[in-house]
């Protein structure tokens, strides 16, 4: 992520390195912090503020710019305040300490998945009050928890609830995919996730002795099958010039459990997949 210059530097991007600082990291986010972060950025805004909590330590926030015509269905723009876990060692610099370099780079956990967005909304928001614009639509900001984990205790029971129904969004964006240059496309929802998990089980015993229909032996033929059908829709997105991502199914093997001592022959052993 990159700013304008390391001499003097735009309040919105000190606003951005406040943001990253605040470790909302999984598996353990300090969700407490993002949520007193945006009551303040609200307050500065001139904004209204919800706070929805869907399940007990998961705080949906709502910052709203109340349109001229109430009448009309609202524009929601969404970002979730959760970020991925972190390997410090393969860092040049600390995740979490938003360090800018001289060229105005920006190092963090979070500066593209996907706190750049939120900050984005505020920024825009921002401008267009100073500028003095008013719309007839209400615009809606939702800053919600768990994205990287399913969105469980998040979105999927915030839409449940009659705070969410209250909003009367006719119009959403959310994230996209991260860019390599200082662009920011926006797409169209073109592919949803679907994640799956497979257990197999078999025959446990030592592993000093050649078992036959073992849970490794049946795993091992599920995960052939999804990676070769995996390179069955890469070929046909790289041999068709015409297709775009969204019309083939993208799928990873994210993770693989099983197994108790290096001398024990699991009975059960799991692969997940990531399918978009």
């Given amino acids: 992520m990159t700013s304008k210059g390391p001499e003097e530097e735009h309040p919105s991007v000190t606003l951005f390195r406040q943001y990253l600082r605040i470790r909302t990291v999984q598996p353990k986010p300090d969700y407490g912090a993002a949520v007193a972060f945006f009551e303040e950025t609200a307050r500065q805004l001139g904004l209204g503020c919800q706070k929805v909590e869907v399940a007990p330590g998961y705080v949906v926030t709502v910052l709203t710019w109340p349109g001229t015509n109430p009448t009309l269905s609202s524009i ?5 305040t959760d970020v991925v876990p972190v390997f410090k060692e393969h860092w040049s610099h600390d995740p979490f ?9 920006i190092y963090a956990r979070g500066a593209q998945d996907m706190k750049c967005v939120s900050i984005q909304y505020l920024e825009a928001v921002r401008r267009l009050k100073v500028e003095g614009h008013r719309f007839p639509r209400t615009i809606h900001m939702t800053f919600v928890p768990d994205e990287e984990v399913g969105g469980h205790q998040g979105m999927e029971l915030f839409v449940q609830r009659p705070e969410f129904h209250a909003l009367r969004a006719g119009f959403a964006l959310d994230e996209g995919i991260a860019n390599p240059t200082d662009a920011f496309t926006v797409f169209y929802s073109e592919r949803s996730p679907w994640w799956v998990r497979v257990t197999s089980t078999g025959r446990p015993g030592h592993a000093s002795r050649f078992m036959e229909d073992t849970a490794a032996e049946k795993l091992h033929k599920v995960v052939n099958s999804i990676l070769a059908f995996r390179e069955k829709e890469w070929q046909r997105l790289q041999s068709n010039p015409h297709l775009k991502e969204g019309s083939v199914t993208s799928v990873n093997l994210t993770k693989l459990e099983g197994g108790v001592a290096y001398n024990v022959i699991p009975a059960t052993m799991s692969a997940s997949f990531d399918f978009r």
């Fill in 97 to 105: 300490e938003a360090f800018k370099d001289s060229e105005g780079y």
């Fill in 76 to 80: 929601l723009l969404n970002s979730h």
